[in-house]
Nanobody, 116 residues
Framework: VQLQASGGGLVQAGGSLRLSCTAS????????LEWYRQAPGNNRELVSS???????NYLDSVKGRFTISRDIPKNMVYLQMNSLKPEDTAVYYC???????????WGQGTLVTVSS
């Protein structure tokens, strides 16, 4: 499985960005598509996930501001980020797991910078 993420950039606090991730390859073995982020000096953390069945989860600090969605036929996942804060600054990664083999797949990361 290959994951290609895009949509990062520089935005002022309070602004919005939309991240996109396209999955290709053996996508039939993937259930959840997820967004992680990693800020300098911090561990990578799970921001949001969405299963094929539509179950969504969010990091507490982004609830009410971020929305994850999927286009199943296009094998895409989106992360709409509103009311961005400087603490949202990080490299955001798209992630998926092969539910049969347990293999983790990561996109290349896209940088989100929120200025105050």
């Amino acid at each position: 499985v290959q994951l290609q993420a895009s949509g990062g950039g520089l935005v002022q606090a309070g602004g919005s960005l939309r991240l996109s991730c396209t999955a290709s390859g053996a996508v039939v073995y993937i259930n959840a598509l997820e967004w992680y982020r990693q800020a300098p000096g911090n561990n990578r953390e799970l921001v949001s996930s969405m299963t094929r069945g539509g179950k969504r989860n969010y990091l507490d600090s982004v609830k009410g501001r971020f929305t994850i969605s999927r286009d199943i036929p296009k094998n895409m996942v989106y992360l709409q980020m509103n009311s961005l804060k400087p603490e949202d600054t990080a490299v955001y990664y798209c992630h998926a797991k092969n539910i049969v083999e347990g293999t983790d797949y990561w996109g290349q990361g896209t940088l989100v910078t929120v200025s105050s």
